[in-house]
T-cell receptor, first 113, second 118 residues
Framework: DSGVTQTPKHLITATGQRVTLRCSPR?????VYWYQQSLDQGLQFLIQ???????AKGNILERFSAQQFPDLHSELNLSSLELGDSALYFC????????????FGNGTRLTVT | AQTVTQSQPEMSVQEAETVTLSCTYD???????LFWYKQPPSRQMILVIRQEAYKQQNATENRFSVNFQKAAKSFSLKISDSQLGDAAMYFC???????????????FGKGTKLSVKP
């Protein structure tokens, strides 16, 4: 168990809809990262938050947004969903130690029909 | 921009044998970290091993070891005494250096699917 909790595990929704994915980082971790993994693909970095502030952006679509709350949990909002958004979305967290590894949650499997 | 390349989409190894997975990366930084993650069919992302670029000594974790060649920007993973449970997708990752008190994100290669034959 990595200590990173993601909910829900599975999500099925229709095109055009909006969903929210939730992540609780490991206790004490200030950094949260979101990644997207499409079928048989590697992990694409979406966005990073550190102690409530956005720190880095990757290949995140304008239809997607995220935030990190004062209690350090994070939410990824996906709107105007398209079939191509179907993927496994991972949240990860880390400490601020140099070279600290990222610890990943079990992911949320999103299916857009 | 930093990139990570895994040139072997699939590899196969006989149980109890040794296999090496390749990874190369590109960066202009001198201090950074490299990782190997394992993703079994359950789709969890599991940390296998970590290497600090300023350390010449290759990292080892039980049956897993790396061959880190900084000048060549190469970071291969060796799995000894392969077990059925080692079957998974393996991802090489480069960690963007730390700026402003937060840790940079990981940049992943596309992965190598390892099969272990009994």
């Amino acid at each position: 168990d990595s200590g990173v909790t993601q909910t829900p595990k599975h999500l099925i929704t229709a095109t055009g809809q909006r969903v929210t994915l939730r992540c609780s980082p490991r206790s004490g971790d200030l950094s949260v990262y979101w990644y997207q993994q499409s079928l048989d693909q590697g992990l694409q970095f979406l966005i990073q938050y550190y102690n409530g502030e956005e720190r880095a952006k990757g290949n995140i679509l304008e239809r997607f947004s995220a935030q990190q709350f004062p209690d350090l949990h994070s939410e990824l909002n996906l709107s105007s969903l398209e079939l191509g958004d179907s993927a496994l979305y991972f949240c990860a967290s880390s400490t601020t130690g140099q070279g600290a590894p990222l610890h990943f949650g079990n992911g949320t499997r999103l299916t857009v029909t | 921009a930093q990139t990570v390349t895994q040139s072997q989409p699939e590899m196969s190894v006989q149980e109890a044998e040794t296999v090496t997975l390749s990874c190369t990366y590109d960066t202009s930084e001198s201090d950074y970290y490299l990782f190997w993650y394992k993703q079994p069919p359950s789709r969890q992302m599991i940390l296998v091993i970590r290497q600090e670029a300023y350390k010449q000594q290759n990292a080892t974790e039980n049956r897993f070891s790396v061959n880190f060649q900084k000048a060549a920007k190469s970071f291969s993973l060796k799995i000894s005494d392969s077990q059925l449970g080692d079957a998974a997708m393996y991802f090489c990752a480069y960690r963007v250096p730390n700026y402003g008190g937060s840790q940079g994100n990981l940049i992943f290669g596309k992965g190598t699917k390892l099969s272990v034959k009994p």
